[in-house]
């Protein structure tokens, strides 16, 4: 076809491109019957074949029915806290209400079969929100189908395909982030919205609260909904029957090359190809520096090798450090448990339900050592519960009382247990007072402490290195943390993994610690394997979190950062890229960093760095330092934001990228405020135009945050 000045309105190639999409609007629309099609013809021509393993069963509905479980528990966890979490739920619905129960990682499983659970049964999911609204890795590909405008289930494809589906949600977030408990919130709009029907209120744990406080106080309310659900009178519910979820045998006859000394993956199977990610950490070779030497603080630096691996990251990402519990607590928890002589005796620790998602809690066989020193944390603060599970098995009458009263009394348990961040050991010792000797709660089945404290977590940490000046070595920046708890001023806090490090820093130091009390640990690793050829330790297990906090994808678009402390570490990796894009002869734009501390000379990070750094970037771009600590009057970061309102507002004029780093609770609130003011005062909006416009940055990508509290 011509136009009437005789041109070609369509060549061959704008008629290919239309046919093709409208094969793929055709295909879109008809997604779901094909989806069927495809199904129902790969059933009919699926051939016989002989298969050696049978694959892991993803339809969770055929194993409830096998199982003759009525209630599923998912969970969607990053740390081991929702697990935790949904363990404790199916524990209670078992043995207190007597419904068979089930847990379940939402990524083994496939949610696609939502819409053939029946609905005499109940799913309960219990889902973290992570990072920026985000969720976990194991809950990813159930919220890519969730989240789906019309996702397609594995029968019912109707405009309500989950009518059939009654479930409970809980939900795990931090209030100090703006996207607070997004993910269970979205996930109980969807499943509303797909005909599913929720039972009880939904709950919200904040992590900067008392996760613990809020999941106990929802609990209360959810069991009452749960029991009308299913038809229980619960009236006629009795006290809860400790049932053991595992059982723990002590061997005798075992090779001793099978034993796990604190491996934290199963071994590798000869000719297999290893692939090191969050379940397989790689054991890295590290080096280490002293970055300040504070009086009551230090900072390391590590370089962390992953050359020769299948492990990468992107700047902006996350490296994951494996920690190792220090010496003393390891002894402390085995000596009042009665396990202290026979800490290198070997167990094998395995589930009793054949329905649960794990076999095993940690590789086994196993002794307690390895347990206490790398499977468990048994230097994280005590809950509650868990000091009520251990009342029965108080040595005397005194001590229950004690036990009693702590696991009975929330103010109380806050004051002298929660706030003083007191581990299961110490507060063992706390309530035996002068009577607290070895083995004085040795009648405290092992299975119990297994099932009450949480496995050992890695320690995120910014990656302060650039992937594209050095995609093979890792950088991060850690501070050490130590304090004292205002309602136990005596007693002291140590970091796990930061002082961890500063041991592994210090062993061919010249100044030794001089605190007898600073944490001991073993720095060999299991089997050695964090020895360096000079028998020094210069290892440690690692693996990558993929982030989004990241660089505009055209480095000549602007970038303001705001990273006080060690939030400055992402920002590090920043500048170092942009430097190196402009070595290479890339037009990079306007680069700002507002940087703080307590004092220049004392804890200036990188201080030796920036010069150069910015003397590169050119004019345009500068580190602004606050220094809260070397004037009468403290500087914060947001208040040299202010001070640099009429060139920041022009960068974010051009375009300009918004990065936020550090404390979530009040340096990242009032660094979002002092933006507010600006849109306010530069931009001349209302208030409400200003909160608007801060928003929809951040809904598309131009104000990020990398924050924790």
Request: hydrophobic share 35%.
């Amino acid at each position: 076809m011509e136009s009437p000045h005789g041109t070609t309105l369509f060549d061959t190639t704008d008629l290919i491109i239309m046919a093709l999409l409208g094969l793929g609007t055709a295909a879109w629309f008809s997604r779901k019957q094909l989806y069927t099609l495809v199904n129902q013809k790969a059933e009919e021509t699926k051939p016989i074949t002989t298969v050696s393993k049978p694959k892991r069963e993803r339809n969770f509905v055929k194993i409830m029915k096998k199982q003759g479980k009525k209630v599923i528990v998912f969970y969607g966890s990053q740390t081991g806290t929702a697990e935790g979490y949904a363990a404790r739920i199916a524990k209670e619905s078992s043995q207190r209400y007597g419904v068979s129960t089930m847990t379940a990682d939402l990524e083994l499983y496939d949610l696609t079969y939502l819409d053939q659970v029946p609905s005499d049964c109940l799913v309960i999911f219990v889902l973290a929100t992570y990072g920026e609204g985000e969720p976990t890795d194991n809950a990813a590909e159930f919220w890519d189908l969730i989240t789906e405008e019309d996702p397609i289930f594995s029968e019912n494809n109707e405009e309500k395909p989950l009518s059939n589906l009654r479930y409970i949600l809980f939900g795990l977030g931090n209030r100090t982030y703006d996207q607070y408990n997004e993910v269970s919130r979205r996930v109980d709009t969807q499943l509303t919205r797909l005909g599913a029907h929720r039972i009880g209120e939904r709950g919200e744990g904040d992590d900067d609260g008392s996760m613990e406080e809020d999941y106990l106080s929802w609990k209360d309310t959810m069991w009452p909904a749960f029991c009308q659900a299913l038809g229980i009178d619960e009236n006629s519910v009795g006290s809860i029957r400790r049932e053991p979820l595992y059982v723990v045998n002590e061997l005798t006859n075992y090779k001793e090359e099978d034993v796990y000394q604190g491996e934290l993956s199963l071994k590798v199977k000869n000719g297999a190809k290893v692939v090191y990610d969050a379940k397989r950490p790689y054991i890295a070779p590290i080096v280490t520096r002293e970055l300040f030497n504070d009086s009551d603080r230090h900072c390391i630096h590590v370089d962390i090798d992953i050359s020769n691996t299948n492990l990468s990251y992107n700047t902006g990402d996350h490296v994951a450090i494996w920690p190792t519990n220090n010496e003393h607590e390891v002894i402390r928890l085995a000596s009042i448990l009665g396990l202290h002589n026979k800490l290198d005796s070997v167990i094998e620790v395995s589930a009793i339900d054949p329905t649960a998602s794990k076999k095993h809690p940690f590789p086994v066989p196993t002794t307690y050592r390895a347990i206490f020193r790398h499977y468990l944390e048994i230097a994280a603060p005590v809950s509650r519960q868990t000091l009520g599970s251990l009342v029965e098995f108080a040595p005397n009458e005194s001590i229950k009382a004690a036990l009693m009263r702590f696991a009975s009394d929330k103010d109380v348990f806050r004051i002298e247990v929660g706030d003083a961040c007191r581990n299961l050991g110490e507060v063992l010792e706390l309530v035996s007072s002068s009577d607290a000797r070895p083995g004085l709660f040795s009648s405290v089945p092992f299975d119990v402490i297994i099932e009450n404290i949480a496995r050992m977590q890695p320690r995120f940490y910014s990656i302060s290195s650039s992937a594209k000046e050095s995609p093979h070595v890792i950088s991060a920046t850690v501070v050490t943390l130590s304090y004292h708890p205002e309602t136990a001023p005596h007693h002291t806090v140590y970091g796990v993994n930061s002082n961890f490090l500063y041991r592994i820093l210090q062993q061919n130091g010249d100044n030794a610690i001089s605190d007898p009390n600073f944490p001991v640990y073993d720095l060999k690793g299991p089997r050695n394997s964090f020895l360096g050829p000079d028998g020094v330790c210069r290892n440690l297990p690692v693996h990558i979190r993929h982030s989004q906090f990241k660089l505009p994808r055209n480095p000549s678009v602007p970038i303001v950062m705001i990273g006080p402390g060690t939030g400055v570490a992402p920002f590090r990796g920043f500048i170092r890229e942009r430097v190196f894009e402009k070595k290479r002869g890339k037009t990079v734009g306007s680069t700002i960093l507002f940087y703080g501390s307590r004092n220049e000379k004392n804890d200036f990070l990188y201080a030796d760095e920036w010069p150069e750094l910015f003397e590169t970037l050119g004019p345009n771009s500068r580190i602004v330092t606050a220094f809260s600590r070397d004037q009468p009057q403290k500087i914060y970061v947001q208040h040299r934001l202010q001070e640099y309102t009429s060139t920041v507002w022009e960068l974010l004029q051009q375009g300009g990228y918004v990065y936020v780093c550090g404390d979530a609770k009040n340096m990242a609130r009032d660094v979002n405020q002092t933006f507010i003011n600006m849109a306010v005062e530069v931009g001349n909006m209302t208030e409400a135009k200003a909160h608007d416009y801060i928003k929809n940055l951040r809904t598309t990508g131009r104000y990020q945050e990398d924050v924790w509290s």
